[in-house]
């Protein structure tokens, strides 16, 4: 079975500066991964994932990811944060025609502070 | 494009007592997902439709809980009796064919 492991529960910044939110998932076989986003008293949104081809995938609004196999990581980073990125964030897994069942990390709370 | 509904947004009720969230998902999405979030965790997948049917339930507690999903559409996910550890927030996700996942605002339960 597969999990995801974030590390660090809370992650505080202040505005401009950057920001890397950490995870790493454990599976014996090939995997998609994906970040979801879930600000306060809203549903998860998807902020960008990794199926397949570039190694590192960007979101519109200025999120990328590197899918690093060899260390099984799929870290977050912004290199400005603004204020409206205070949320939770949360990696998934999937494996590879396992019928898209996710399986999330515990979640990471970034506080973007003036 | 309209999103996935949840209703209610909010619920609380006594132990032993029971309840019923209902979702609608986007159209034309054939994938209907039922997760349950404890406060300081992640999702966690309690069943997963497809069309009407169910292609996963492993980790619902079958003795209390249940969902349906009728006409392959709309669906309903029930807590009969409520414990207080099924205070959580329930998510509805769905997916065209089994792809990416959209979430609905959720259904924060408080059991007493």
């Known amino acids: 079975a597969q999990s995801v492991t974030q590390l660090d529960s809370q992650v505080p910044v202040f505005e401009e500066a950057p920001v890397e939110l950490r995870c790493n998932y454990s599976?014996?076989?090939?995997?998609?991964l994906f970040w979801y986003v879930q600000y306060p008293n809203q549903g998860l949104q998807l902020l960008l994932k990794?199926?397949?081809?570039?190694?590192l995938v960007e979101s519109i609004n200025g999120f990328e990811a590197e899918f690093n196999k060899s260390q099984t990581s799929f870290h977050l980073r912004k290199p400005s944060v603004h204020i409206s990125d205070t949320a939770e964030y949360f990696c998934?897994?999937?494996?590879?025609?396992?019928?898209?069942?996710?399986?999330f990390g515990t979640g990471t709370q970034l506080k973007v502070e003036l | 494009e309209a999103g996935v509904a949840q209703s209610p947004r909010y619920k609380i009720i006594e132990k032993r007592q029971s309840v019923a969230f209902w979702c609608n998902p986007i159209s034309g999405h054939a994938t209907l997902y039922w997760y349950q979030q404890i406060l300081g965790q992640g999702p966690k997948l309690l069943i997963q439709?497809?069309?009407?049917?169910?292609?996963?339930d492993s980790q619902l507690p079958k003795d209390r809980f249940s969902a349906e999903r009728l006409k392959g559409v709309d669906s309903t996910l029930k807590i009969q009796p409520a414990k207080l550890e099924d205070s959580a927030v329930y998510l509805c996700?769905?997916?065209?064919?089994?792809?990416?996942?959209?979430f609905g605002p959720g259904t924060r339960l408080t059991v007493l």
């Open positions: 998934a897994v999937t494996v590879t025609g396992g019928g898209n069942k996710l399986t």
């Open positions: 599976s014996s076989v090939s995997v998609y």
């Open positions: 439709f497809q069309n009407n049917g169910v292609v996963d």
């Open positions: 990794y199926l397949s081809g570039s190694t």
């Open positions: 996700a769905s997916s065209r064919r089994g792809d990416t996942q959209y």
